[in-house]
């Protein structure tokens, strides 16, 4: 095997703070190789200046034997290297053959759009990746994995010799992730080297040859995934002692040692269409209830209805005894918060300072005749900012500049400042680093000691089974069984999310 | 680190260069009329400029809060002739001749409340009804026209009135009444958006408005009142061009004016896609699209090739904009 890329000593900041300080990468042809590191660690500034999104300001980039100096991301296509980002860059509305074809379709008396040319070769490609669709309906109609695999089939039909995977499998599920390994081994197998970026190390073990670790802004390290562990590399991204983790356990939960208290919340058959149709929950003050399932189970469906995001058309939900908000407003003001799982499309307000981002669902409650309490305002957010140990160069920031788990925190701080009963938190420690996650899980656990209750939604089952004190178990829509804390197991959820009839634990 | 210094420097300068874009146009066009154009250092021009600048300052800062939420509004026009159709209808009536203060206070009160009356009309349709704000706002701008042409008979209606006239030509502290006015209402708007919880909620919506509804944020509620308070302030800019005039011509009030509060307020900073909302801004924009006016209409241009320098700056707005994204 040859190296394809080999990225040196590579150097950026931004307005004089230091993202890379000295990263080094290098990936052979035909290499699954994986990237991690907490957010912050720079893997992000690392792909963006290998793609020319960002100029580096020293360092030595090699690709294919050349030194590269892109400085598009166009030019990065040309040459061979293909991004498949978290959010797709792909075209919703419009067939699977144009999303495929786009910039490079099949032209007749070189204007015209050869149609029936452009779907052949379209159908040709998806069907190397085993992905057999009809491929003049609109890609949006297909589900996030189809779509993804539609990414990364374009990637490679444009002579990708280097595939660049952010977080692939974070919207996908089980199955989803098979198909999206098999493509990937078959790249490895045609000689097209893949850069994989996860947070889930579970999922390296399976797929990736080699591993790069990250910690601020520096590689800390390169080895072969089968001579190492994952506390191994746990501890690389943390800078931390391996047995000090071991001892401590992977997740800062613990689950079932809540006491219960009075009913917060109860959901009695409720349903808000087809994707919620029977849903069945009690929450107590000082417990954690999780919402096990599948993606598609319902899981999020049933917080937003909780939340009162969408309509109630059957069933009834109590609250502390009154009757169910109509909006989030009103959910807000009876005492609920909901950490969305979307960060991006539903949680942050990219342009707005983690201040305002902080306080946006506080505002009522700082305002006097319409004016904002501003001083109070900023010394809340330096409060939470110090609590919660929001990494920011300080609250005027704009929060699109926070890395990921910054951003969650500043997100779960929206919600904690305003000491809502009940916290429903879906996904709170996705696309977040190891770091941050034990953080977020400590303040959750901390919450509920308070006297709070927590609706939990979380598709690592780990961190359900160890945080949750109860999970209701969903599947298709409809809540099938309850587990209890102490004794729930994974091996007892994933039993449990196997029968579709009423289960006991 | 002395390949990191050119990098540096030059992300530093960008947006210092981008921020300030306006005021360097601004003394541009000053530098050139004070050089240029016959008469231009002389009270009597800046009164000009002044008197015709608040009209469109006062609606491009209304626009610019409708920006601000995502959404735009092309009916300021249409309600501008609206409302100037109605003042003089009212107190040109036998109750605003029998009880003249009164009749003047209506003519004042009521057109703002018919502006506001369509805002909310406008409003309506883009919260509640989910209609695309362009479209939306189109019946208005269509029909408000109509509405008060129809009012009207079509006719010029003149008038003799000096406490109405007060509106469009009166003086403070020798400055025309009506430039002080859109000052006000710039500093009142100003403090709405940084202090109060209603300004916060317009930035957020235009940022991200579906996080800023999960976040209990009363979207409806907010983009009503910025569609009325933009109609409003339409209104209420109506009113002064009948007031200068002493004449209110329901064909030609406020026509095209949608273009210059739009262009005024990008020209200001405005994001169309929302978030932002430089109030000052719109007024500085305000400035820069009446003085390119004045400069070509003062130096013999005809006033055809004004709407092409017109369409220039707003080239040159929507360029530096595009340059802020990285």
Known sequence: ????????????????????????????????????????????????????????????????????????????????????????????????????????????????????????????????????????????????????????????????????????????????????????????????????????????????????????????GCVKLAETTKLELIAGMLGRDPDEIAQAGMTEFGGGAAKQGEVL????????????????????????????????????????????????????????????????????????????????????????????????????????NGQIDRARERQLVQKYIDALGIKTADMEQPIRELSGGNQQKVLLARWLANEPDILILDEPTRGVDVGAKREIQMIIRDYVDRGFGVVLISSEFEELVEGADRIVVLNEGRSIGELKNPGITEHKLVQALAHTDEVTA | MSQSNPTQTSLQIGPLLRDHGGVVALIVILAFNILFTPNFLQLQTLFVNISQ?????????????????GGIDLSVGAVMALAGALAPLIFQSQFGVDYPALGIAAALVVPLLVAGACGMFNGVMVAVLNVQPIIATLILFISGRGIAQVLTNGNLQTFSNKSFSYLGTGKVLGLPFQGWLALAIAVILFLVISRTIFGRYVLAIGGNERAARLAGGPVTKVKIGVYMICAGLAGLAGLI????????????????????????????????????????????GAVIIQLVKYTLLANGVEDEVALIAKAGIILAAVYVQQTRKE
């Open chain 1, 1 to 220: 095997m040859t190296t394809l890329l080999e990225m040196n000593a590579i150097r950026k900041a931004f307005n004089g703070v230091a993202a890379l300080s000295g990263a080094s990468i290098a990936i052979e042809r035909g290499e699954v190789h994986a990237l991690i590191g907490q957010n912050g660690a720079g893997k992000s500034t690392m792909i963006k200046v290998l793609t020319g999104v960002y100029h580096r300001d020293g360092g030595t980039i090699l690709f294919n034997g050349a030194e590269s100096v892109l400085t598009t991301p166009r030019e990065a296509q040309a040459t061979g290297i293909a991004t498949i980002y978290q959010e797709l860059n792909l075209v919703p509305l419009r067939s699977v053959t144009e999303n495929v074809m786009l910039g490079y379709e099949p032209k007749r008396l070189g204007t015209f759009i050869n149609w029936r040319e452009a779907h052949r070769r379209t159908r040709e490609i998806l069907m190397r990746f085993g992905i057999d669709i009809d491929v003049k309906m609109p890609l949006g109609s297909y589900s996030t994995a189809i779509q993804q695999l539609v990414a990364i089939a374009r990637a490679v039909s444009l002579d990708a010799k280097l595939v660049i995977m952010d977080e692939p499998t974070s919207s996908l599920d089980a199955s989803e992730v098979k198909v999206l390994f098999g493509v990937v081994r078959g790249l490895r197998d045609a000689g097209v080297s893949v850069l994989y970026v996860s947070h889930f190390l579970d999922e390296l073990f399976e797929i990736c040859d080699r591993v790069t670790t990250m910690r601020d802004g520096q590689t800390v």
């Open chain 1, 265 to 368: 919340l109860t959901a009695q058959d409720i349903a808000t269409g087809p994707r919620l149709s029977k849903f069945d929950m009690t929450l107590h003050r000082g417990e954690i209830v999780g919402l096990g399932g599948l993606l598609g189970a319902g899981r999020t469906e049933a917080a937003r209805a909780l939340f009162g995001v969408d309509a109630l058309t059957r069933g009834k939900i109590t609250l502390k005894g009154a009757g169910a908000p109509n909006s989030p407003a009103e959910a807000i003001r009876a005492g609920l918060g909901f950490l969305t799982e979307d960060r991006k499309a539903e949680g942050i307000i990219p342009g707005m300072s983690v201040r305002e981002n902080l306080t946006l669902a506080l505002l009522p409650k700082l305002t006097r």
């Open chain 2, 53 to 69: 600048v608040a009209t469109i300052a006062i609606v491009a800062m209304g626009m610019t809060l409708v920006i601000a939420t």
């Open chain 2, 241 to 284: 061009v009948v007031a200068i005039n002493s004449a209110s011509d329901a064909a030609r009030n406020g026509n095209l004016m949608e273009l210059d509060a739009i262009a005024a307020a990008v020209v200001g900073g405005a994001l169309l896609q929302g978030g932002r909302a430089p109030i000052f801004g719109a007024i500085l």
